[in-house]
């Protein structure tokens, strides 16, 4: 089994925003979008323009 460690909470604010209270619900998804890319080896830039829209709809 292979590790990564993403720095994708801190760098986006995801954490800064958790500890002041504040929502930040793209930070969040691309975080686990990170996530996702890491754990199936999707490579990093292939996010389509059409997958990062749907990822902004409410």
């Not at 801190?10 to 504040?22: D, E, S």
């Not at 929502?23 to 997958?51: C, D, I, K, V």
């Amino acid at each position: 089994m292979r590790y990564v460690i993403i720095g994708a909470g801190a760098v986006g604010g995801t954490i800064g925003a958790r500890l002041h209270g504040v929502a930040a619900p793209l930070n969040e998804a691309l975080q686990r979008l990170a996530g996702e890319f890491a754990r199936t080896g999707r490579a990093p830039g292939s996010l389509t323009e059409r997958e990062l829209a749907e990822l902004r709809a409410p």
